[in-house]
């Protein structure tokens, strides 16, 4: 009898359809490449494309699940033991680590909603999901700290956030990351200081 993790391993061909696509949707943009292209560089057929991904759809919403489930292995990673603070900048440090890698082009989910926004696109609300989830993460940790004003700190958190993302692909890196780790060193200083004496 064959083990549950035998059973629910996917194959390599999936495997490679989706770290091609991956690689070329995050370098490219999703909407510039076509199915021919990453059957070609998977070096699949096209059967076996559609086998495991009915359409081009499918594949970019396994994709974005694959780079959410990425993004929570690394928060829950910083996060990791840590006392609430300390959490929120380790998040952070991930973050920019991130920025600084060699072909970052900004964050994947903020990539993808600008090429689909429609807000009813299955695509568009993955990436909703995606950052509700990170929200309510970070709503969390504040909470953590301070339970006033937790949800607004997150908010500003997630903008900070976004704004190093964004920034990132287009100027220094490292002059973006000491900004947003300094932005966040300052929120988590304000947030914390809100604690009753």
Not at 47 to 62: I, Q
Not at 77 to 106: K, N, Y
Not at 146 to 172: T, Y
Request: charged share 20%.
């Amino acid at each position: 009898m064959a083990s549950m993790e035998t059973a629910v391993r996917p194959s390599e061909a999936r495997l490679r359809l989706l770290a091609t696509a991956s690689r070329i949707f995050y370098a490219e943009g999703i909407h510039s490449v076509g199915v021919d292209r990453i059957v070609a560089e998977a070096k699949v057929t096209r059967a076996t494309f559609y086998r495991h991904f009915p359409g081009k759809e499918d594949l970019v919403l396994a994709y974005l699940r694959a780079a959410d489930q990425a993004i929570r292995g690394q928060v829950e990673t910083a996060a990791a033991g840590l006392p609430a603070a300390d959490a929120v900048r380790a998040v952070a440090a991930s973050i920019a680590d991130g920025i600084r890698s060699p072909g970052f082009r900004g964050c994947a989910f903020l990539n993808a909603v600008a090429e689909y926004p429609d807000p009813g696109h299955p695509v568009h609300r993955a990436v909703l999901d995606h950052r509700q989830w990170f929200l309510e993460t970070i709503n969390a940790l504040m909470a953590r700290i301070e339970e006033a004003s937790a949800e607004p700190a997150a908010q500003h958190f997630v903008m900070l956030r976004d704004g190093a993302m964004a920034a990132g692909c287009l100027f220094d890196p490292a002059l973006i990351c000491g900004t947003f780790l300094r932005g966040v060193d300052g929120l988590v200083g304000t947030h914390g200081a809100r604690r009753p004496s």
